[in-house]
């Protein structure tokens, strides 16, 4: 527990709502308690490992005979059964494994009984280069046992050689449109460029990989201006569709500072600009993860970290009466932070309380993932490097 401490100084949010313009927006933070009980109720989660021996865990699919897919950074797929992992057979040749690069997020696709397809962001080499981040969609043999390739469903999002700033967390909408959030490989000018798809939400078709007719710019004569939902972006790691609001949240790591809860407000510019309008060629990670004296109308974030970072992660909603007080609250797991944050969220999107089980107080090292499964349960990946786990949440008896 060596930095809950701080955290709990430091657990901050901005109320907003998305029907308001930026500007009716409070210009400061408020403070948030993080407590230790929720709604007056004492609460204790059940943590069981459900297999172990993975590397960099990425990303977690649910299968609908029970199976789950977990993605792998270096270029692995598993599939669990039970408590038994298998790795499926798959061409990953062309994965290019780099820092915060490599096999990362994935869906399995809504008709996947029928179709067995589902979607993955990889970063791609060609001749021992990275040449872009891709999504690729992939058919799951009935066996279980192999995946064959598809198509390159969208290619072209940027790539930074090391493999910084990948981001790729790909989600389905209530609508099935498939949401990619993405990094800006740590370059100055790609957040706030609408041709480029780094820093970025993408809206695009699950099936296709073409923008969606009423996406915020589909006007443009630039196709990748037209997949664009949000921009402004530093690097998401996480992506959550509300049940039953449709509303999307994004988890986004900020520089040394102010990581960031945001509320996905369409044709959205989120503030980040380390080329400071273009006025220095350098990744400048001084500047404001929201710059509102640069973008006075920036979407201001729902929640930050403050001043220090906890490199947060994937994001899922907790959904099913057996959570009691902590029905429908986001979930957000991090690296840095090795733990877990549940956030309860009002109905116009405003963050209002922080809850943060002592469960995962560094307990089971940096957390990658975080999936809500057909079950009710959380699914959470570590991602530690060596013999790294899925882990099943579930609340305790």
Same mark, same amino acid.
């Given at each position: 527990m060596r930095r809950i401490g701080a955290v709990l100084?430091?657990?901050?949010?901005?109320?907003?709502?998305?029907?308001?313009p930026a500007q009716d927006l409070p210009s400061t933070p408020t403070t948030v308690a993080a407590p230790t009980t929720v709604s007056g109720q004492s609460l204790a989660l059940k943590v069981d490992v459900v297999t172990g021996g993975l590397q960099h865990g990425w990303d977690v699919g649910f299968l609908p005979g029970g199976s789950i897919l977990v993605t792998q950074?270096?270029?692995?797929?598993?599939l669990v059964r039970?408590?038994?992992?298998?790795?499926v057979q798959a061409d990953f040749s062309d994965v290019w494994a780099r820092g915060e690069g490599g096999l990362m997020g994935m869906v399995v696709h809504p008709d996947f009984a029928a179709s067995r397809r589902f979607t993955t962001c990889q970063t791609h080499q060609e001749g021992g280069r990275a040449v872009d981040i891709r999504l690729v969609t992939w058919t799951l043999s009935a066996d279980e046992r192999s995946a064959t390739k598809v198509r390159d469903l969208l290619t072209g999002l940027p790539v930074n050689q090391s493999g910084r700033h990948s981001g790729c967390r790909p989600e389905i909408a209530a609508d099935g449109a498939l949401l990619v959030g993405t990094g800006d490989t740590a370059r100055p000018d790609v957040s706030q460029d609408r041709h480029s798809l780094g820093g970025k939400v993408l809206r695009v078709d699950l099936n296709t990989g073409a923008p969606l007719p009423d996406n915020p710019f589909i006007s443009s004569a630039d196709p990748n201006e037209q997949r664009i939902y949000s921009y402004g972006h530093r690097n998401i790691q996480g992506v959550a569709v509300r049940p039953g609001t449709g509303q999307i949240f994004t988890g986004e790591h900020g520089p040394t500072f102010d990581d960031e809860i945001n509320?996905?407000?369409? !044709?959205?510019?989120?503030?980040?600009? @380390?080329?400071? *309008?273009g006025t220095?060629?350098?990744?400048?990670?001084?500047?404001?993860?929201?710059?509102?004296q640069r973008f006075p109308d920036a979407v201001r974030p729902l929640w930050t970290s403050g001043d220090i970072t906890?490199?947060?992660? !994937?994001?899922?909603?907790?959904?099913? @009466?057996?959570? *009691?007080a902590l029905d429908g609250r986001l979930a957000v797991v991090a690296l840095k932070g090795q733990k877990m944050l549940m956030f309860t969220v009002d109905q116009a999107g405003a963050v209002t309380e922080v809850y943060l089980p002592a469960e995962f107080d560094d307990t089971y090292g940096r957390l990658r993932a975080v999936r809500s499964g057909p079950d009710g349960a959380l699914y959470v990946t570590t991602s530690d490097g060596n013999d790294d786990k899925l882990l099943r949440i579930t609340p305790a008896a």
């Open positions: 100084l430091a657990v901050l949010a901005v109320t907003a709502c998305s029907s308001s950074r270096p270029g692995r797929l598993a039970g408590t038994a992992v298998t790795q509320l996905i407000r369409p !044709g959205g510019n989120y503030g980040w600009d @380390p080329s400071q *309008g220095v060629d350098s990744y400048d990670e001084d500047v404001p993860m929201t710059d509102l906890e490199a947060i992660c !994937g994001a899922a909603f907790v959904s099913g @009466p057996q959570w *009691g």
